[in-house]
């Protein structure tokens, strides 16, 4: 015989487990994105912001180069290269970041002698606590859906993204009731982390 639990308990069991859920997802986001800053850290420190001469434009086209030999690696099954999927997705969260800095700060250039790592990674940190922000919200409303969903669709969607983004480009920037270059960017950090953590549970990295 079926024990019949009460609809109150039912309800107080699940919202106990999506707010531990939550949480979890918080501390791997924060996670994966030290990981990503200790890479954007070291670079900078190696080659300086050299990529601040680059267009937003050139930078989007950088993600869509990691994005597709992320896709060909899932299609094929193999690679050659021995660069993993997950430094690419690394690299797309880190190149979003620079594509927003640019956004944001036009009047920088790679010849800026103000422009110092501590004010680079100040930066760095204000973005993606803002993108974070957008995370929880939206995780609010959708729930953990994400955590269903197939690394490979993760893929589609960033590459969907490009795509919105050059059409923007090609508008000159304007849209009449779509998102900006900047909300697109900042989603596409959040893709790129949620595919980092499965990635991790699958794999370990």
């Known amino acids: 015989?079926?024990?019949?639990i009460s609809p109150f308990l039912f309800l107080r069991s699940n919202k106990i487990k999506t707010i531990a859920l939550i949480n979890q997802t918080s501390v791997e986001y924060d996670q994966v994105i030290a990981q990503c800053k200790s890479v954007f850290e070291k670079k900078n420190q190696d080659y300086g912001p050299s990529w601040k001469i680059m267009r937003v434009s050139s930078i989007i086209d950088q993600i869509y180069i990691k994005a597709v030999r992320?896709?060909?690696i899932e299609e094929n099954g193999k690679q050659k290269v021995d660069e993993g999927?997950?430094?690419?997705?690394?690299?797309?969260?880190n190149y979003c970041v620079m594509g927003l800095i640019q956004c944001r700060e036009k009047d920088l250039t790679v010849n800026e002698s103000?422009?110092?790592?501590?004010d680079l990674m100040t930066q760095y940190n204000c973005i993606i606590a803002e993108t974070k922000h957008?995370?929880?919200e939206k995780n609010?409303?959708?729930?953990?859906?994400w955590r269903s969903m197939l690394v490979s669709t993760f893929t589609d969607m960033?590459?969907?993204r490009v795509n919105r983004m050059h059409q923007i480009l090609e508008n000159k920037g304007n849209t009449l009731v779509s998102e900006g270059i900047e909300s697109n960017l900042m989603d596409m950090i959040n893709y790129s982390v949620f595919a980092l953590i499965r990635l991790e549970g699958e794999n370990g990295f």
Not at 114 to 118: F, N, S, T, V, Y
Not at 140 to 145: P, V
């Open 114 to 118: 103000g422009l110092k790592m501590d």
């Open 134 to 136: 957008l995370m929880e």
């Open 85 to 93: 999927v997950e430094s690419e997705w690394k690299g797309i969260i």
């Open 140 to 145: 609010h409303d959708y729930g953990e859906i």
């Open 158 to 160: 960033l590459l969907m």
């Open 70 to 72: 992320i896709r060909t």
């Open 1 to 4: 015989m079926l024990a019949i």
